[in-house]
């Protein structure tokens, strides 16, 4: 089985991405910002398990 290929193209001026990945289903992603989601979704594509969590502010700080 061959690993997944992600390829991750950018601009010099920095204003726009793609994100692509060939892991028998195909996924792609461009636009001026990649959003965490879709690297949320390109990650779960490739069979981890992925948890999210939104805390407040304040508790964000106490973890930094």
Do not use: R
């Not at 779960?44 to 508790?59: A, H, N, P, R």
């Amino acid at each position: 089985m061959s690993k997944p290929y992600i390829k991750l193209t950018t601009c010099d001026a920095g204003d726009w991405s793609i994100l692509e990945m060939n892991c028998g289903e195909d996924f792609s992603y461009s636009g001026h910002s990649i959003p965490d989601f879709v690297w949320i979704d390109l990650i779960k594509q490739l069979g981890y398990e992925v948890e999210t969590e939104c805390i407040s502010d304040d508790e964000m700080e106490e973890l930094c």
